[in-house]
Each structure stands twice: as C-alpha cells, then as structure tokens.
C-alpha cells in the first residue's frame, strides 16, 4: 500500500531493549493532501530507511503495511514504512499504480456493458 503526502515532523529515534536483543524505532507524521487532511503517525523499525536525509514540508510517497494487534483486551494499530521516496508523484494523468490492474477496455464496443447487479 503507498500513501502520498507532506512530511509534517520526523521525530527522534527510540532504541530499546527485548528479547531478541536491541531494537531501534523512528517515527515520523505525513500530512495527507486534500479537503480535508489527515495526519498519520508512521514508524520505521531498524536501520532499512535513513530519514535524515528528509526535511520537514517535503513531499513524499510512502510503502506502508498496515497491521492491527491485540494486547490485554485492547487492540492497536500500526503504520510501518519499508520505503520512501521524495518528490512524490499525486496520480497524474499518466500514471497508474502498479499493484491495481489495468481497467479492462472496451474498445470497439459501443456501450458498456450491462449490469447483473439487481439494483
């Protein structure tokens, strides 16, 4: 999954102490473009994205995976990047993303065709 929008703040790394040894987290708000934006908290976990070289204000596109976990009856939300890249694109006319499939043609057909939907 990619989200596109503004990096609002990048926040200070955190590194702790578990039970497979040391881990290292840094966490960083993306402000969504839009009428209404919305801000996402996402991390990054170990050392696979160097977020120094970004400065606040600049346009980004991200790699996320979205994951929900239970703990002690309550159940918490993840946003982890594995990629980000600057100058990011907002779905141009010639762009298309890549893990949806083309829309199917209908060249040569003079209408679409017919819903089998009852409603």
């Known amino acids: 999954m990619e989200i596109t929008g503004t990096l609002h703040q990048i926040f200070e790394p955190i590194t702790g102490q578990g039970r497979n040894g040391t881990w290292k987290k840094q966490e960083f708000l993306l402000e969504t473009p839009g009428q209404y934006p919305k801000k996402v908290l996402i ?16 346009q980004v596109t991200v790699g996320i995976d979205v994951e929900s976990r239970e703990y ?7 946003v982890k990047a594995w990629k980000v890249v ?11 993303d890549v893990h949806m499939p083309p829309p199917p ?3 040569g ?3 679409m065709p017919a819903d089998d939907l009852p409603f």
Do not use: C, H, M, R
């Open 43 to 58: 991390s990054v976990w170990g050392d696979k994205i160097n977020l120094s070289s970004f400065k606040p204000g600049t």
């Open 72 to 78: 002690n009856g309550k159940w918490y939300t993840d």
């Open 109 to 111: 057909v003079d209408t």
């Open 86 to 96: 600057a100058g990011a694109s907002t779905g141009g006319s010639n762009q298309q």
């Open 105 to 107: 043609s209908y060249e």
